[in-house]
């Protein structure tokens, strides 16, 4: 088949479009972010407190791997009183850890 005969998927989005789902999947390119999206879909919402402990990880480490996700678009965050709490504001990653959990259930 002859390479100007195909019609591939990303052909369908505009150059800025396949760059903003490129950044995307960069930032979930973590253990602990694709984890922070596991635990923000099941909870809805959390403050960082509770998503630091989640994870088990410094608060400082926590607070980055937040921010990067809010500035890329994934996450929403609301400070209430003296806490911010995030939830997560593009369901994109959703389905993207529920792929990988499937395919993982699939595969061993």
């Not at 479009?17 to 596991?38: C, F």
């Not at 994934?74 to 499937?102: F, H, Q, T």
Request: proline share 4%; glycine share 6%.
């Amino acid at each position: 088949m002859k390479t100007k005969e195909l019609s591939c998927a990303l052909e369908k989005m505009t150059p800025e479009s396949v760059g903003q789902a490129a950044e995307m999947l960069k930032t979930l390119a973590h253990p602990m972010r694709l984890r922070i999206v596991d635990v923000l879909n099941t909870a809805g919402e959390l403050p960082v407190c509770e998503i630091t402990e989640y994870l088990g990880i410094a608060q400082a480490a926590t607070s980055q791997h937040l921010n990067q996700m809010r500035r890329v678009g994934l996450l929403k965050a609301e400070r209430r009183g003296k806490a911010v709490w995030y939830s997560m504001a593009d369901a994109r990653p959703i389905a993207l850890l529920n792929c990988i959990c499937n395919c993982c259930d699939r595969n061993g």
